[in-house]
């Protein structure tokens, strides 16, 4: 116990940083979206092209992109449903299908970093895949139709995303057994070392509980991570994934509701305060979940 306190203690420290840095308005909103965007744009493509070339790929980690997407789309009717009978209008039931189906997994990056090292991230961001894909089709395009203007948001931002590119390129340098020469690959693994710090602050300066129906937020935070573990452990299960495999996907299926649940919502004009205090409450729910994930997987 003392050994997982020890690992997880920096995660939490710098998580709680950024909360006290927004109260003390050293961060706002503005900052925030700063951090993250340094990380979207040149941090976590680093980080990629670092981890993944080296790391040994298997055919089981195509397991790992199938259960991925297995659970977006058994989510997204759920949510679907689930918005309907509880009676939530438009801009509320988008908030609810983008939180369900997106998963914040820079929030569970340095967990798995702390336990399972760069196999571990490699994992992750293979994982990440359909969840990033389906962020921007699928989450999207409900928050596009629900904001009333359906069709200019999609326009090729899926296919210039960094880390998308940047995962491709490591995927093939992989593929070919290339790697960055000695001062690349120190310049790469120095500045993907900032993704995980830059995240957590930023994520602690963007945490914001809003008021909203407390039976909206309760079927959101089931959606996304209890039915999102369910899935998780079953699908591992059935397809008979074991070890490092099954324990970064249990962990990513069970992750908190995605921050682009509330950067739509606020592009879009959804419900935005149902979105903050979604995200918010799904942090606070899986920092409790995470140990105990941590310790029985």
Avoid at 94 to 115: D, E, K, T, Y
Avoid at 222 to 250: C, K, P, T
């Amino acid at each position: 116990m003392f050994d997982l306190a020890f690992l997880l203690a920096p995660t939490f420290a710098m998580f709680f940083l950024g909360v006290l840095l927004r109260r003390t308005s050293v961060l706002d909103d503005r900052d925030a979206d700063t951090l993250l965007k340094l990380v979207f744009n040149l941090t976590l493509p680093a980080l990629l092209l670092s981890v993944l070339p080296p790391v040994e790929l298997n055919s089981k980690l195509l397991l790992v992109a199938l259960i991925s997407t297995l659970i977006i789309l058994l989510t997204l009717p759920a949510a679907m449903l689930a918005g309907k009978v509880t009676g939530m209008k438009p801009q509320t039931s988008a908030v609810l299908v983008s939180g369900s189906i997106i998963m914040n997994l820079g929030f569970v990056m340095p967990f798995v970093q702390s336990f399972y090292g760069d196999e571990g991230l490699a994992r992750l961001f293979i994982f990440d895949i359909p969840n990033g894909v389906s962020a921007y089709t699928i989450a999207w395009a409900f928050a596009c139709r629900s904001g009333g203007n359906p069709y200019h948001c999609l326009k090729g931002k899926l296919f210039k995303s960094p880390p998308l590119l940047a995962l491709a390129l490591a995927l093939f340098m992989n593929a070919l057994s290339l790697r960055p020469e000695p001062l690349t690959a120190k310049i790469l693994l120095t500045t993907g070392t900032l993704t995980i710090p830059l995240v957590l602050l930023a994520l602690g300066a963007s945490f914001s509980i809003k008021k909203a129906n407390p039976l909206h937020l309760g079927v959101g935070i089931a959606l996304r991570m209890l039915l999102g573990l369910s899935l998780g452990l079953w699908l591992s299960d059935l397809l008979n994934i074991s070890g490092v495999d099954r324990a970064v996907v249990v962990l990513c299926a069970s992750a908190p509701a995605g921050f682009n649940t509330l950067t739509f919502a606020s592009v879009e004009k959804l419900d935005r305060e149902f979105a903050a205090t979604l995200v918010a409450a799904c942090m606070i729910a899986s920092m409790v979940l995470i140990p105990i994930l941590l310790t029985t997987l």
